[in-house]
Nanobody, 119 residues
Framework: QVQLVESGGGLVQTGGSLRLSCAAS????????MGWYRQAPGKQRELVAT???????NYADFVKGRFTVSRDNAKTTVDLQMNSLKPEDTAVYYC?????????????WGQGTQVTVSS
């Protein structure tokens, strides 16, 4: 059974920091690209950051320079360090895992963790 369990969300003031963590089980973690998406009320889910199996990272423009994604294959975790938080960062943050094969991609999602940034 695949499980992606996020933790670390909460309430923080503008300019503050949070660190989200996602613990994965039931997948071959090292073979999966990992990442974070977010969804604010009334908006579509959007990409925040990804990290490939080789450790290459990609960020949405709106978080570049503020957020850092990292992975630990031994612990099967992926983290998102969020600094200089803004009210517009308020959203539910979802961890995801993607396994790419010739036959297609398999994607798994966590249940999400709420991040609220107060002004």
């Amino acid at each position: 059974q695949v499980q992606l369990v996020e933790s670390g969300g909460g309430l923080v003031q503008t300019g503050g920091s949070l660190r989200l963590s996602c613990a994965a089980s039931g997948i071959l973690f090292s073979a999966n690209a990992m990442g974070w998406y977010r969804q604010a009320p009334g908006k579509q889910r959007e990409l925040v950051a990804t990290i490939t199996t080789a450790g290459n990272t990609n960020y949405a423009d709106f978080v570049k320079g503020r957020f850092t994604v990292s992975r630990d294959n031994a612990k099967t975790t992926v983290d998102l360090q969020m600094n200089s938080l803004k009210p517009e960062d308020t959203a539910v943050y979802y961890c995801y895992a993607k396994r790419s094969r010739l036959s297609g991609d398999t994607v798994y999602w966590g249940q999400g963790t709420q991040v609220t940034v107060s002004s």
